[in-house]
């Protein structure tokens, strides 16, 4: 079901039928020369897209949140970056929403490593006010998965750009892009650290990212996701 075109009646007739949110979270930032500043919220909203497709009965598919928090990425051209105290009040406003309408369950579906520590302090408060949620940061949660189809993942890098060209070919480009190492794979907090760890503002080979691995990796981690999904739903007793 998909909220963004429903009408109000068809809404009440959803509300308190189905319990579950499915809300992309993104970010609008700088992702190397060669890909789409709205990577981060391409690809949550294309992940969405496609579970409402298969299970489209069970979840309501939320309009995503475009903007984030991006500390790393704001020296950066095409950054929109809002701070972590804005945008975790904003998020936690959203699902508070959801959940006033009835809906228990909410699967923040997160496209952006910046959003990571606030969604974390967000899901605690929700949890205290009675939201079961589940936050799927694609990137980490499937890591070694995604390896073995793009051994060189990264920030725009070849899992990433492998997506991006999935969902549209004009939204990514490969060519004379290469690949790119961050040099300390630690927490580094310097002013503009972001531009000595991406100089280019990516990381990983871009260079081999192909249309057919990203729709791979598109079909591999959906049925990953749905596992995950029916993890949750037996926890919380859908
Ligand atoms: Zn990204």
């Given at each position: 079901m998909d909220m963004m075109t429903m009408n109000l009646t068809k809404f009440q007739e959803i509300q308190g039928k189905i319990k579950t949110?499915?809300?992309?979270?993104?970010?609008?930032?700088?992702?190397?020369?060669?890909?789409?500043?709205?990577?981060?919220?391409?690809?949550?909203?294309?992940?969405?897209?496609?579970?409402?497709?298969?299970i489209g009965d069970q979840v309501l598919m939320a309009p995503e949140v475009t903007y984030g928090h991006s500390w790393g990425l704001a020296p950066f051209?095409?950054?929109?970056?809002?701070?972590?105290?804005?945008?975790?009040?904003?998020?936690?406003?959203?699902?508070?929403?959801?959940?006033?309408?009835?809906?228990?369950?909410?699967?923040?579906?997160?496209?952006?490593?910046?959003?990571?520590?606030?969604?974390?302090?967000?899901?605690?408060?929700?949890?205290?006010?009675?939201?079961s949620t589940?936050?799927?940061?694609?990137?980490i949660d499937y890591r070694e998965d995604i390896k073995q189809i793009a051994p060189e993942p990264g920030h725009a890098g070849e899992d990433e750009t492998s997506l991006i060209l999935a969902i549209n070919q004009n939204y990514a480009f490969t060519d004379g892009v290469g690949s790119h190492e961050i040099p300390i794979q630690k927490r580094f907090r310097v002013k503009d650290g972001g531009k000595i760890l991406y100089p280019e503002g990516f990381s990983g080979n871009a260079g081999a990212a192909s249309v057919e691995k990203g729709e791979q990796l598109f079909q591999m981690m959906i049925q990953l996701v749905r596992k995950d999904l029916d993890k949750f739903w037996n926890l919380v007793n859908k």
């Open positions: 949110v499915l809300l992309p979270i993104g970010m609008i930032e700088a992702h190397g020369p060669h890909c789409a500043l709205g990577t981060d919220v391409l690809i949550p909203r294309e992940f969405v897209r496609r579970l409402e497709s298969e051209s095409g950054t929109i970056d809002i701070s972590s105290e804005a945008f975790s009040q904003y998020v936690f406003e959203i699902c508070k929403g959801f959940y006033q309408q009835g809906f228990e369950h909410i699967i923040l579906f997160n496209g952006h490593g910046g959003n990571i520590s606030s969604l974390d302090i967000v899901t605690e408060k929700l949890a205290d006010l009675g939201v589940l936050t799927i940061n694609w990137f």
